[in-house]
């Protein structure tokens, strides 16, 4: 199933929420049971044996591009590291890196149980070779959120707005040829929204509780839900 599957991790953001709580770290450092973001989000690749990786990071990170000096040596790893001025334009860096084959993309400050991210990446690769998947959750604990209403099957039909079935989660599936976006977008929503209002094939896939980590109370609720704790099948 991950054969040819290649991932990235969007890990630019500057984390200005997390400082104004005391945090001193880059974003991708910020500790969740003890393990930095960037550690829990190259777990979930390692568990769903995706080995190839394209991770994003701005040019204030020099302790996160040490780490994964240090500790990636069992990825082929394509490090870009660049400050960039939205949350597009990084997520457009990684994406046509990985452009040729599938590829599964995940932002650096979702925090989920590994469970779910196996859930996501399996239905996604049994969507049609063309579609696009979100991961989705009915946990809401976020400042502007992206609602997202599903039909029966699956497919999301709508973005946006101040209300719906559930949020987008940090986590996306990108066919091997997506097709060429007509402007260059400020936010990574605003492309999110114009694939579906294009009527690309998006599909919604609907996981268990994701945390969205931008503020010191959101490592605290994940913590206490119990999420980031490294299970037992991810250990060597």
């Not at 040490?66 to 082929?76: E, I, N, P, V």
């Not at 946990?139 to 039909?151: I, S, Y």
């Not at 294009?198 to 994940?222: C, M």
């Amino acid at each position: 199933m991950t054969g040819a599957l290649r991932g990235g991790i969007i890990a630019a953001g500057l984390g200005t929420r997390l400082k104004r709580d005391g945090y001193r770290v880059p974003k991708p450092m910020i500790p969740v049971a003890g393990r930095p973001l960037i550690e829990h989000a190259l777990d979930r690749f390692r568990a769903a044996g995706v080995r190839h990786v394209t991770v994003i990071v701005n040019e204030e990170s020099d302790d996160c591009r040490q780490w994964l000096h240090d500790h990636c040596g069992d990825f082929d790893l394509d490090l870009i590291v660049r400050t960039t001025p939205s949350s597009y334009a990084s997520f457009r860096l990684v994406a046509d890196k990985l452009a040729g084959q599938p590829a599964l993309i995940t932002t650096v400050d979702s925090i989920m149980g590994p469970d779910a991210f196996q859930l996501f990446v399996r239905t996604a690769a049994a969507l049609p070779n063309d579609a696009f998947a979100l991961g989705l959750t009915a946990h809401v604990d976020d400042d502007k959120p992206l609602w997202a209403d599903l039909d029966a099957s699956g497919r999301v039909r709508r973005l946006g707005g101040t209300s719906g079935a559930c949020v987008t989660a940090g986590l996306y599936w990108l066919p091997a040829n997506p097709p060429a976006a007509p402007a260059d977008f400020s936010r990574l929503r605003d492309y999110l929204k114009w694939l579906v209002e294009s009527g690309a094939p998006v599909h919604g896939v609907v996981l268990p509780q994701v945390f969205d980590i931008d503020r010191a109370h959101d490592v605290e609720a994940a913590e206490s839900a119990g999420l980031g704790i490294r299970p037992e099948t991810m250990l060597s």
